[in-house]
T-cell receptor, first 109, second 116 residues
Framework: GIQVEQSPPDLILQEGANSTLRCNFS?????LQWFHQNPWGQLINLFY???GTKQNGRLSATTVATERYSLLYISSSQTTDSGVYFC???????????FGTGTRLKVLA | NAGVMQNPRHLVRRRGQEARLRCSPM?????VYWYRQLPEEGLKFMVY????????ESGMPKERFSAEFPKEGPSILRIQQVVRGDSAAYFC??????????????FGPGTRLTVL
């Protein structure tokens, strides 16, 4: 089955810093979503982005489907950005999301 | 438009008891998916249902676990004779009618099951 790898696995930032999270996948995909799981366990949908670029405030994401990767950019990070960021993909011809192992982000005040 | 609803949010059971987890999809959605998240891991697919039909249960353990999505009412994930290894967060997601996999899945807040 399709493999989803995220990097880095852990990231510690000072408040105000920028960061880039990466998601590599091993096969063509129909869908790709980025999620933020906050420290209370709630899963927040950030972007639905099977291809192209989207922006929402301090966050933006780019998926290059032909090269099988997606990037999540966080600018001017805040302590509330702390948590785990997951990339999840739906392989072409299927419907179930396959989640990456996540990037654990901690933003220090 | 209310999002995906799950209840209870937290559930504590003793070993050997039954756990019932409920999921109400978003209005107009007819596809329901269940995922399980073990501590410190990502979510893993369990089962995909449409109204009154199980489409794919390949991710669900063969014993003690069952799921349904009746014509009326919420989808239910049922775990019989729970064991400590069943302790996890269980997330439900829904998507609108159409080609499965061709649209965003909207996730609920999850049910955190603790087995004592």
């Amino acid at each position: 089955g399709i493999q989803v790898e995220q990097s880095p696995p852990d990231l510690i930032l000072q408040e105000g810093a920028n960061s880039t999270l990466r998601c590599n996948f091993s096969d063509s995909v129909n869908n790709l979503q980025w999620f933020h799981q906050n420290p209370w366990g709630q899963l927040i949908n950030l972007f639905y982005i099977p291809s192209g670029t989207k922006q929402n405030g301090r966050l933006s994401a780019t998926t290059v489907a032909t090269e099988r990767y997606s990037l999540l950019y966080i600018s001017s990070s805040q302590t509330t950005d702390s948590g785990v960021y997951f990339c999840a993909v739906v392989s072409s011809g299927t419907y179930k999301y396959i989640f990456g192992t996540g990037t654990r982000l901690k933003v220090l005040a | 438009n209310a999002g995906v609803m799950q209840n209870p949010r937290h559930l504590v059971r003793r070993r050997g008891q039954e756990a019932r987890l409920r999921c109400s999809p978003m209005k107009g959605h007819s596809h329901v998916y269940w995922y399980r998240q073990l501590p410190e891991e990502g979510l893993k697919f369990m089962v995909y249902l449409q109204k009154e039909n199980i489409i794919d249960e390949s991710g669900m353990p063969k014993e003690r676990f069952s799921a349904e999505f009746p014509k009326e009412g919420p989808s239910i994930l049922r775990i019989q004779q729970v064991v400590r290894g069943d302790s996890a967060a269980y997330f439900c997601a829904s998507s609108p009618p159409g080609i499965a996999g061709g649209d965003t899945q909207y996730f609920g807040p999850g049910t955190r099951l603790t087995v004592l």
